[in-house]
């Protein structure tokens, strides 16, 4: 009796083609597209704000798997908390501005990949002056007296590069200037508010006048200037009843 041929290994090939074709497939599907982004950098790394309406700026690049650089590729910004601070977009560049005390996540996703930085605002809470009390001497050379000044955020932290300003209840007693500087201007008590972003202290000032009879105006009543002022009027007027 004649042997009947094998067929098994024809009906076989065509399910191997098959399953060779949907494993090809898989692999292709799970691999990132040629030539696009593999990760994204972040400048700077962490945005930092001190009140509101201090602004950064953050850029992002998109990094192919060689390194290079992919500027075309456009980011999608997503701030975590909108109540923080506000974000203005164009391509992959951000601005981030201040609004209120707290700490959101900024995030720049590009096709499948994604970067994060911190955003954390503070604010100025408060502000610790020293000395509490001074005694400033109206001399015959003006002399400002140099006050000690912390700018302190919500967290107790030091703030860097605030302006103080320094301003006396009386000015004609003293003056303060930007520098949290305390100018005497005449004898008497008053007291001296230091402000720097909203934050307020006072200090108590004493003046006394130590100048001689050459410097001196005969009446101190308002201050130095004023009585100069007052000085120069009486004379015009003797002058003009001639």
């Known amino acids: 009796m004649e042997a ?11 399910l191997a083609l098959l399953l060779a074709l949907l494993l090809a497939l898989a692999a292709l599907l799970t691999q990132p597209a040629c030539g696009g982004p593999v990760r994204v950098e972040l400048e700077p790394g962490s945005v930092l704000l001190f009140g509101a ?4 700026a953050v850029h992002a690049t998109p990094r192919e798997k060689s390194g290079k650089a992919a500027p075309a590729e456009a980011c999608r910004w997503t701030l975590s908390d909108p109540a923080i601070a506000s974000l203005a977009v164009k391509h992959n560049d951000a601005t981030v501005t201040a609004l209120k005390a707290g700490s959101a996540v900024l995030a720049c996703a590009v096709g499948g990949v994604k970067a994060e930085i911190p955003v954390s605002v503070r604010t100025v809470a408060r502000l610790e002056v020293a000395p509490a009390e001074v005694a400033l001497e109206l001399a ?4 400002p007296l140099a006050l000690t000044v912390k700018v302190l955020d919500d967290q107790g932290t030091p703030v860097p590069g605030r302006i103080v ?3 006396c209840e009386d000015e004609a007693v003293c003056r303060g200037d930007a520098r949290g500087q305390l100018w005497a201007t005449g004898q008497g008590r008053t007291r ?6 909203g934050a307020t202290a006072t200090v108590a000032v004493t003046v006394k006048d130590v100048r001689t009879e050459l410097t001196r105006p005969k009446v101190i009543q308002r201050g130095y200037m004023e009585d100069l002022e007052r000085q120069v009027q009486r004379k015009q007027a003797a002058e003009a009843g001639r």
Not at 4 to 14: K, Y
Not at 53 to 56: F, K, L, P, V, W
Not at 192 to 197: D, I, W
């Open 165 to 167: 300003l320094t301003r």
């Open 140 to 143: 015959d050379e003006p002399r």
């Open 53 to 56: 309406g201090q602004s950064a």
């Open 4 to 14: 009947m041929p094998a067929t098994h290994s024809v009906r076989a090939t065509p």
């Open 192 to 197: 001296a508010v230091v402000e720097a972003q």
